[in-house]
């Protein structure tokens, strides 16, 4: 049965390079959720009690306006540090987006020289390890942009726009 097998297990490299990256991928994908999860959805229930609106007070429209507009204001793009964290999200979304490119263009390129005959399988796995390097500077950017002003990138757009959509939700239950 190894005889049947062994023309193949040098693509075993490439398999596992590419699993191994779709894993790294996915836990950098599930973090990044965790990150967000807090900026989507309803008001933040913390700056509510700052305000000094009860939980119950936040389900009404009178306390769920207060926090929109403080969030507003509090995420306004008049602020430095607001408009440099929105800044802020241009060159990560650039950044991975070209490490996207270079990843594919990588994966596409090694395995027309594995099949080839010009390359060893095993440089496949140099793709982890690619994928591994971006992550990690794009995380100490984050992390940057965090010290700088306090926010993720794009964090404030973000929140200006939920509690703007909130409002205009308001607004609208109040013209019915």
Known sequence: MLKVIQPYLPYAHVLGAIVVTVLLSAAEF????????????????????????SPAELETDQ???????????????????????????????????????????FVF????????????????????AIVLAQSVVSWIYVGCCWLITGRVPGAAKVLRDQAAKILREIESQSAD
């Open 30 to 53: 599930a973090l990044l959720y965790l990150i967000h999860k807090g900026n989507e959805g309803e008001l933040d229930p913390g700056t509510a009690l700052k305000l000094g609106v």
């Open 63 to 105: 306390g769920r306006e207060k926090v929109a507009r403080h969030q507003l204001e509090r995420f306004s793009s008049d602020q430095f540090r607001n408009r440099l964290s929105d800044l802020a999200a241009v060159p990560l979304i650039v950044w991975g987006v070209l490490w996207t490119i270079v990843e594919v263009v």
């Open 109 to 128: 390129w090694v395995g027309w020289r594995i099949f080839a005959g010009e390359t060893d399988p095993a440089f496949m796995w140099l793709l982890p």
